[in-house]
């Protein structure tokens, strides 16, 4: 029988996260590290449509539970596809990125499924008109995980590319001159982004003009680090994180935890480090010279970090 496969990456929000929400700049760069891998098989006639995540114990029928996030990714991309019956597949989903992280796990599995699909259907899932379909798709199913989801963890993850984001617009690519280390760290903790973005959503409400002055800062802080990653200025970076993850406390999104293993993270001599994503738990990140990766993963993992990735940014 025969059988399409497909993987998106992770992803790891450098600079912007909550600020995007409200209209300003973030910069996320994909993590190849780790990935979602979907595949679809053809079954046997009449047999209907299920998909297996064995990670997380879930097997779902496409006829029965269309309102389910995987669901919902296979029937969104068979509709766009032009398929009106329930095709007779198995899909397996599989995916080694930490899920409630805020590293993109639900939007990678949904590009991995979506792709799997239109490998399956003859095609094409990438390039410029083929990866907007995707990424509509896949946002698609993001509001029915996050609620009001930025789009930026569908938009890195299926462009595989560092972008600039601005919500309602379209996503800029740009290009690193020099390459960095990026160290993300597990905190084991898992985060629900819908919680922690409603939680700051009513916050906003009620000091609308507070949340507003340190969304503008982190907007900024956004852009500057954008500028600094395309002049090859990574120095700068360390800093910038410290500064962004100051504001993210004001907005009352980290956790003890999360401010401990950065502490632990810069002792150790990472050059800054902040929480990336939802925050209240996931991941942080934390820059430093490939001399000093490896003291400050060990000590990382000696302070209780579940899970260290380390990457390279750029060629």
Known sequence: MATSTATAPGKAILFGEHAVVYGRAAIAVPVAKVKATAAVTDAPPGSGCTIAAPDIGARVHL???QED?????????IEEVGIEEEPDWQIKVRS??????????GAAVSAALVKAVFSHCKLPAHGPPEDATVNRIVYAVERLHHATPSGIDNTVVVYRQPV???????PQRFDIARPFLLIIADTGI???????????RRAWEQDTKRYE?????IGEIAE???????????DALGPLMQENHRLLCKLDVSSGELDRLIAIAEEAGAAGAKLSGAGRGGNLIAVAASKSVETVREALLAGGAAGI??????A
């Open 63 to 65: 006829s029965t539970q």
């Open 69 to 77: 996030p995987l669901a919902l990714a296979v029937r969104l991309a």
């Open 96 to 105: 080694d990125i930490p899920i409630a992280g805020g590293m993109g796990s």
């Open 164 to 170: 600039r984001f601005v919500r309602g617009q379209p």
């Open 190 to 200: 898992a985060s629900s982004t819908a919680a922690v973005v409603s939680d700051v």
């Open 213 to 217: 002055a340190i969304f503008d800062d």
């Open 224 to 234: 500057t680090a954008r500028r600094a990653i395309e002049s090859g200025n990574v």
């Open 309 to 314: 990735v380390v990457t390279q940014i750029g």
